[in-house]
C-alpha cells in the first residue's frame, strides 16, 4: 500500500471511530436524562464541565506533557546543531513553522510530539534516540513526530479524550443515582424493567468500551504518522530501522507515564508480555508497523 493510500485509509477509519464515540455519547444522554426525568439540564452541567476540562487541557497539555516526561529545553541551534538542523530542514519540507526542540536525559530510544497546533508545537526526543539511532533513522523518528504537528493529531486526541470524560462522569452520575437513589422515571412493567437493565449495563460498560475506541483511535493515528513521514524523507527504511531498534532496546523510559504514553513513537513502558497487549496499547505492533513501512518503498 502507498503511503497516500495509507494516510487515506487511516483518516476514514478515524472519522468512523469518532462516529461510534458520538453515538455513544448520545446514547448515555438519552439514558440518564429519560430515567431520572432531568431533561437536558443535567446533561448540559456534565458537558459544562467537559467543556472546561478541554479548555485546561488545550492550552496547558502541552507543559504538562513535557514537564511528566522530564524534558528539558528549549534547545537553541548552538546547542545541538545536529538536531536542531534535522527539525528545522524537516519542517521546511513539511511547511509548517519550526517547534520548540527538548531534549530527555534517558538512554530508551523514544520521542514524541506535543501542542495544540503547528504554531504551538514541541517535540521531545530521548539522548538514547539521538545516540542510537543512525542518520536517516532520527530524521524517520522526527518526520513521524512532525507528522502528528501537521496533521493535528494531538488536538484530535485531546478531543477523544475529553470524549472519554464525558462517557466516565455520565457513567458514574448515572451509577451513583441508581445506587444511592434519585428521581427516578417508573419502570413502566417489564419491557420498562429491560430497559432499565440495558440502561444500567450499558454505563457499567461504557467507560470500558470508550477507553477501547480512544486507544483504537490513537493507534489508527501512528499508522498515519508513519506514512506522513514516509512522504517528507521519502525513505521509509530510515523509521523502519529505527522502530526495530527501539523495540529491540525493551527498556522502558525511567518516566514512564499512562498519561503520556499515547504520545510517544512507541510505547515507552518497553516490551509487554500479555494476551491482550493489543487491544490495550496505545500503538499497533511494531512488527505490523515496520510491514506497513516496507511495503510503501
Excluded at 546547542?79 to 534517558?106: F, R
Excluded at 513521524?144 to 496533521?151: A, P, V, Y
Excluded at 515507552?268 to 516496507?294: D, M, Q
Aim: hydrophobic share 45%.
Amino acid at each position: 500500500m502507498t503511503a497516500y493510500k495509507q494516510i487515506a485509509s487511516n483518516k476514514r477509519r478515524t472519522v468512523i471511530l469518532i462516529a461510534i464515540f458520538i453515538i455513544f455519547i448520545l446514547a448515555l444522554g438519552f439514558a440518564f436524562s429519560y430515567f431520572y426525568e432531568f431533561g437536558y439540564g443535567g446533561l448540559a452541567i456534565v458537558v459544562m464541565i467537559a467543556i472546561g476540562m478541554s479548555f485546561a487541557s488545550y492550552y496547558s497539555g502541552d507543559k504538562v506533557a513535557l514537564t511528566t516526561a522530564g524534558a528539558k529545553g528549549p534547545i537553541t541551534k548552538e546547542q545541538n546543531s545536529y538536531v536542531y538542523n534535522m527539525v528545522e530542514n524537516l519542517c521546511i519540507t513539511a511547511g509548517i513553522p519550526m517547534p520548540k526542540v527538548y531534549l530527555i536525559q534517558d538512554d530508551s530510544p523514544n520521542a514524541f510530539a506535543t501542542g495544540r497546533d503547528p504554531e504551538h508545537a514541541s517535540v521531545a526526543i530521548t539522548t538514547g534516540a539521538i545516540n542510537i539511532l543512525e542518520n536517516e533513522e532520527l530524521e524517520g523518528v522526527i518526520a513521524h513526530e512532525l507528522s502528528h504537528i501537521k496533521n493535528y493529531d494531538i488536538r484530535l486526541m485531546m478531543v477523544v479524550i475529553v470524549c472519554v470524560g464525558l462517557i466516565a462522569l455520565l457513567s458514574d452520575f448515572f451509577l451513583r443515582f441508581s445506587f444511592f437513589g434519585g428521581r427516578r422515571r417508573d419502570a413502566g412493567g417489564q419491557a420498562g424493567m429491560i430497559l432499565l437493565i440495558v440502561g444500567i449495563v450499558l454505563m457499567i460498560l461504557s467507560p470500558i468500551i470508550a477507553q477501547l475506541i480512544k486507544l483504537a483511535v490513537s493507534r489508527k493515528r501512528e499508522y498515519m504518522a508513519d506514512a506522513s513521514s514516509v512522504l517528507l524523507t521519502r525513505y521509509p527504511e530510515g523509521l523502519a530501522r529505527a522502530l526495530e531498534k527501539i523495540d529491540a532496546y525493551g527498556k522502558p523510559l525511567k518516566r514512564a507515564n499512562n498519561a503520556t504514553a499515547h504520545l510517544f513513537i512507541s510505547e515507552p513502558y518497553g516490551k509487554k508480555k500479555h494476551a491482550f497487549k493489543k487491544l490495550f496499547s496505545t500503538h499497533p505492533p511494531i512488527p505490523e508497523r515496520v510491514k506497513a513501512l516496507r511495503s510503501m518503498a
